[in-house]
C-alpha cells in the first residue's frame, strides 16, 4: 500500500536560515534513497539535502529563494509501506554533502582578482570534444561557483567547471550552463576544428564584482547574444583592415535639400544615407571583389552579381543588419522610403528572417549621432563594410584658396584575405569621386 511522508530538512549543524538555491525535483519525479532534493546554501557553504526514501514526489514545499531552517518541510513523498522509515535525522546528517563554498570570503581573497589555478575540477576523462584548459601548474582548491549536483554533472561530461560561465544568480554555474558549455564545444569540433589551435587564448575569468560595490546583472537579450556570436566569429576569423576617406558631398546635399519639397509631397526623408547606398553599388560594380563572399573552404571567391546591401540599425534591443535587395534598380525615392520603413520595422522587432539574410554589402551610419571615424566589424561572409560618420564642413584647399565644403568621412573595414590595401584605396576614392559628382546618383 501507498504512504504518504513529509520530508523535512535534516539537522544540519551550525546553518540556520539558509536560502534556498536550487529545487532539483518536481511533482511527479521518481526520486531513489538518497536522490539530491534541493540545494541550500548559507554565506559559507551551500549543500543538497538528499531523500531519506524511494518513491514519487507529490509537492515541493518549497521555491528557490526560500528560507528554511532545520526541520522545514521540503516535500511529500508517496512511498511503498515497504520502504523503511528515515534514518533518524541526527543520523542524516552524513548524507548531507557540505561543500565549502567556491568564492573564499573576502577577507582570506588573494590581492588580485585573478582566479588561482583549479584543478580539482578538471574532468577525470577530459574528451576530446572539450577544448583543452590551459595548463594548470599546481592544484588548487576548487573556484567554480557550482551545487554538488552541477559539479558532479560536469564531471559525469567531463567538462570542466572553472571554463564555464554561470547564468545563475551570483554567477553560480547551473545545469544549463554546462549543457550549454558541452554543446558549444561539439559544436566548435564538428564545424571549425582548426578554431581549437588557433584561438589559444585564457577562459575569461570570473570576477566577483560585488566585492568592489553594489552591482547589477543584466543578462543579455537575444538580439545581442546572437550579434554577440556572429560579431565575434567575423573578428577572429577575419584579418581586418579599415581604410579612411573622405568625399566632399557640398553638391549632393544642395541637391538633396532642394528635393525636400519633393520628399514631403511623397512622404519620404530623403536622407544622405540613400545617396551613400547608390553610390556604393555603383562603386561595387567597378570593385567587384567586394560584393563577394568566401566559400566554406576558403579558396572559392564567390562574386555576387546582385546588389542587396546590409544597413545596420541602432534599436533599443541591439543592432541589427537588415538587407535592402536590389538597390541598383531602386530610384532615390523608392529607396529612402524603404530604408525608412524596414529600420521602423527594426526598431518594433518586426524583422523576418528574409529581411536579414542574403546581403552583398554592408553599410553602417552614425552620421546622424556623431564621431569622425569608427572601424566597423565585416558583417561576415561579406568581405567589407562602409563605415559613414558625421559630415563636417572644412575648409579645403582649391584653385589656390581654401573655400567651405561639406565633407563626409568614410571608414571602409575589409577582409585582407580578400583584398588588399591598394584595391581598398582605389575603391574609396571612386567612391569619394562618385559622391561629389551628384550626376553619378541621379542620372
Ligand atoms: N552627417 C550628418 N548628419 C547626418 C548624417 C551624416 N553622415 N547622416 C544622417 N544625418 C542626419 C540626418 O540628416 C537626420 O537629420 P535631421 O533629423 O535633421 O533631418 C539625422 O541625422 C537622423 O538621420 P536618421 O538616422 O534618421 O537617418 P539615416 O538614413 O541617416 O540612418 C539608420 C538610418 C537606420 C541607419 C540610422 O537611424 C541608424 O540606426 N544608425 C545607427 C547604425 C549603427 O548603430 N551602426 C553601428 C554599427 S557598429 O558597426
Not at 218 to 234: T, V
Amino acid at each position: 500500500m501507498a504512504v504518504e511522508r513529509e520530508i523535512r530538512v535534516p539537522e544540519i549543524g551550525d546553518f540556520e536560515d539558509v536560502e534556498v538555491i536550487e529545487v532539483l525535483v518536481a511533482a511527479g519525479d521518481s526520486v531513489q534513497r538518497e536522490d539530491s532534493l534541493v540545494t541550500i546554501e548559507s554565506d559559507k557553504a551551500s549543500m543538497e539535502i538528499p531523500s531519506p526514501f524511494s518513491g514519487v514526489i507529490g509537492e515541493v514545499a518549497v521555491s528557490v529563494g526560500d528560507r528554511v531552517r532545520e526541520g522545514a518541510l521540503l516535500a511529500r513523498i508517496t512511498t511503498s509501506d515497504a520502504e523503511p522509515d528515515a534514518v533518524p535525522i541526527a543520523a542524516s546528517r552524513n548524507a548531507v554533502k557540505p561543500e565549502a563554498n567556491d568564492r573564499p570570503e573576502a577577507n582570506d581573497r588573494p590581492a588580485t582578482n585573478d582566479r588561482p589555478p583549479a584543478s580539482a575540477e578538471q574532468p577525470a576523462r577530459n574528451t576530446a570534444a572539450l577544448p583543452s584548459p590551459p595548463p594548470h601548474p599546481a592544484p588548487a582548491a576548487p573556484t567554480a561557483h557550482a551545487s554538488p549536483s552541477v559539479r558532479r554533472f560536469a564531471r559525469e561530461l567531463g567538462a570542466n567547471l572553472d571554463l564555464i560561465r554561470g547564468s545563475g544568480r551570483k554567477g553560480r554555474i547551473v545545469k544549463d550552463d554546462v549543457q550549454d558549455f558541452v554543446k558549444r564545444a561539439l559544436g566548435q569540433v564538428d564545424t571549425a576544428p582548426h578554431l581549437e589551435n588557433l584561438l589559444q587564448v585564457e577562459p575569461a575569468r570570473s570576477i566577483d564584482f560585488s566585492e568592489f560595490g553594489e552591482i547589477e546583472i543584466a543578462p543579455l537579450n537575444n538580439i545581442r547574444r546572437i550579434a554577440a556570436k556572429s560579431l565575434h566569429r567575423s573578428w577572429v576569423t577575419i584579418p581586418h583592415v579599415t581604410q579612411f576617406d573622405e568625399a566632399d558631398i557640398t553638391e549632393l546635399e544642395a541637391y538633396r535639400n532642394s528635393q525636400q519639397a519633393e520628399g514631403e509631397k511623397r512622404s519620404v526623408k530623403l536622407t544622405t544615407l540613400t545617396f551613400v547606398m547608390k553610390a556604393v553599388v555603383s562603386t561595387l560594380k567597378e570593385f567587384p571583389q567586394f560584393c563577394a563572399s568566401l566559400d566554406e573552404t576558403g579558396e572559392n571567391l564567390i562574386l555576387k552579381r546582385y546588389f542587396h546591401i546590409g544597413i545596420a540599425v541602432d534599436t533599443p534591443n541591439g543592432l541589427v543588419v537588415p538587407v535592402v535587395r536590389e538597390v541598383d534598380r531602386k530610384g532615390l525615392f523608392d529607396l529612402a522610403a524603404e530604408l525608412a520603413e524596414v529600420s521602423e520595422r527594426a526598431r518594433n522587432r518586426k524583422l523576418t528572417q528574409a529581411d536579414l539574410s542574403g546581403g552583398c554589402f554592408s553599410i553602417s551610419s552614425l552620421g546622424g549621432i556623431g564621431g569622425t571615424a569608427f572601424t566597423p566589424i565585416v558583417n561576415g561572409p561579406e568581405v567589407a563594410i562602409l563605415g559613414v560618420s558625421r559630415h563636417v564642413l572644412k575648409p579645403i584647399y582649391l584653385d589656390d584658396r581654401f573655400v567651405p565644403r561639406l565633407m563626409l568621412p568614410l571608414s571602409l573595414s575589409y577582409d585582407h584575405r580578400v583584398i588588399d590595401g591598394a584595391t581598398a584605396a582605389r575603391f574609396t576614392t571612386k567612391l569619394s569621386d562618385v559622391l561629389s559628382d551628384v550626376r553619378n546618383l541621379v542620372l
